[in-house]
């Protein structure tokens, strides 16, 4: 979505940090980049005045003059002030303190209400609720009939007591003479309201009726259903690829009915993503959530700070962490953990349960992209091939039991058979074993204590700052004290170091923490993060 904005940002500065100082037409002219960036991704006219004005009067202060790098102060100004044109803080959902919380989404047709009620209602359910959907657009063609099959792939239950306009014309608000009704949305939105309650539902999702343009009848409507259920939450649905536009239709429902929160969907799409700058500060009300997807599961909070990340390429390691978690299964970490410590050797069978994990954490793609600096990569991002995923797992499965504990037992003949289980050519296998005894090196290595096999710099890799590119000379081994006392001190000695060695490294590879001891003081941690760290880091 941010791709073009992503990019310009990320040029402009780029060519201010290697300035070791600023003056006053250095800053304008960053100011005036940004603002052609902001321009070019629709975001609203008042919207970039306002940032613009805000960072540059930052930007020739003090706290950019006295600084000892300013290019990076601009950098960091500029993602504050994005963080606060997003909407600052995270804002999660007002819950009733009186079952049922009855959400109400509105918004015009084709902006996605309601494959997003499906989708809030999968990730209500996720969160340990009861939801409910209730199908109170009974304008659009089949747009119960809709409703229902969403609520049956995201597995939550539909009210659905009116069949709607399945006549494929736009049914009339009223039942006057030479007109047609197809029931009262309003009554239906406080019928499924009371449903709720009587069945033991904590949430009501009412999906409610949208137009092409907004119009008296809408508004009356929405304005209806909204005083009738009490609605505790009014979600504005917001395409976040249709501009201007958006944020213009968002400040009339805003206006006419009074809505507590957007929600951007077709965020995964390529448009210029105006609408989402502009939304939060227009209506004066935060984004809560934002649509990344077709499936059910494609639903995310939305974090202003982390959103601000992407958008200037810093990354969004908190939100890949999260993932991360709900994907990987503890008493896998744990198996893992237990294998590395009692040096087993890592297996095709571990290889498939990793894979599987990542598969659950969703799209390659988009888990790269949430790298710092992986916008830089875009070209090979884009041209990386998931379905090579699919072809490596059908190479595994079509080993035996065997054969996955013992890869280097796979001679000619297995190979050729294990190609033609999985459909690929016997070099695929051959290069898929050769990646795997990779792998399985790089663990014997961090088992050991040291880093990455061949990173320059890095404990236990290639050369490092100021050593010679020439091959190093080995180190003599110590040789043994002929003093039995003596030798069984020093072999105890060794044998604790090499045990503190591998605990440090399985702190860093399965994220158990910091080694005890070890001052985190200095380092320099995006927000939130010390939650994912031990007790003795925070």
């Keep these: 979505m941010f791709n073009s904005l992503s990019d310009r940002l990320t040029d402009t500065f780029r060519n201010l940090k290697r300035k070791g100082s600023l003056t006053e037409s250095d800053v ?130 539909v009210f659905a007591p009116e069949r709607g306009n399945v006549f494929g014309h736009d049914a009339a608000m009223d039942s006057g003479e030479g007109t047609k009704s197809f029931g009262d949305p309003v009554d239906v939105a406080v019928d499924g309201v009371e449903n709720a309650r009587t069945k033991g539902h904590d949430v009501v999702i009412i999906d ?46 805003a206006d006419g009915v009074g809505i507590t929160g957007s929600v951007l969907t077709k965020l995964d799409g ?84 990793q894979m599987q994990a990542i598969k659950k954490m969703g799209s390659l793609k988009q888990m790269l992209g949430m790298m710092p600096g992986m916008q830089q990569m875009r070209a090979q991002l884009d041209s990386l091939d998931e379905r090579e995923f699919d072809r490596v797992e059908a190479m595994v499965r079509s080993m035996t039991p065997f054969e996955r504990t013992h890869p280097k037992q796979i001679n000619g003949s297995r190979r050729a058979r294990i190609a033609r289980g999985s459909g690929v050519t016997p070099s695929d296998v051959n290069q898929l074993l050769e990646r795997f005894g990779q792998a399985q090196k790089m663990m014997r290595q961090m088992r050991k204590g040291g880093g990455m096999p061949g990173m320059p710099g890095m404990p236990g890799g290639g050369a490092g700052k100021g050593k010679g590119k020439g091959k190093q000379q080995p180190q003599r081994k110590k040789s043994k004290s002929g003093n039995p006392a003596k030798r069984a001190a020093e072999e105890k000695a060794a044998a604790q170091r090499q045990e503190e060695g591998a605990q440090k490294a399985l702190g860093n590879a399965f994220g158990a923490g910091a080694a005890q001891g070890d001052d985190m003081s200095d380092l320099q941690l995006p927000k939130g993060f010390e939650k994912f760290l031990g007790n003795d880091s925070k």
């Design 28 to 157: 304008n002219a960053t100011i005036r980049d940004i603002r052609l960036a902001l321009l070019d991704a629709d975001v609203a006219l008042p919207v970039v005045k306002s940032f613009t004005g805000a960072v540059r009067e930052r930007a020739l202060g003090a706290e950019v003059s006295k600084s000892l790098n300013p290019g990076q102060q601009v950098v960091k100004i500029v993602n504050e002030e994005l963080v606060s044109i997003l909407g600052g803080q995270t804002r999660r959902l007002n819950l009733a303190k009186q079952p049922p919380t009855v959400i109400m989404l509105a918004g015009l047709q084709g902006s996605g209400k309601t494959t997003f009620a499906g989708k809030l209602g999968h990730w209500l359910r996720e969160a340990g609720h009861t939801p409910i959907l209730v199908a109170a657009d009974l304008q659009r063609p089949n747009a119960v009939n809709q409703l229902q099959v969403v609520g049956e792939r995201a597995g939550i239950p």
């Design 208 to 253: 409610t009726a949208g137009r092409l343009a907004v119009d008296v009848d809408l508004m009356r409507q929405a304005h209806d259903i909204r005083l009738e259920t009490q609605a505790d939450e009014v979600l504005f649905v917001i395409d976040a690829m249709i501009g201007q536009a958006a944020v213009e239709t968002a400040k009339a429902f």
């Design 270 to 353: 390529d448009a210029r993503g105006g609408a989402a700058l502009s939304v939060a500060t227009v209506t004066g009300e935060p984004i809560l959530f934002a649509s990344t997807g077709e499936g059910y599961k494609d639903l995310e909070t939305f974090h202003p700070d982390r959103m601000a990340s992407r958008i200037l390429d810093m990354g969004d390691v908190l939100t890949l962490i999260e993932q991360a978690e709900k994907a990987f299964d503890a008493a896998q970490q744990r198996e893992m953990a237990r294998k590395f410590m009692a040096e087993e050797d890592f297996t095709f069978d571990d290889f498939l349960e």
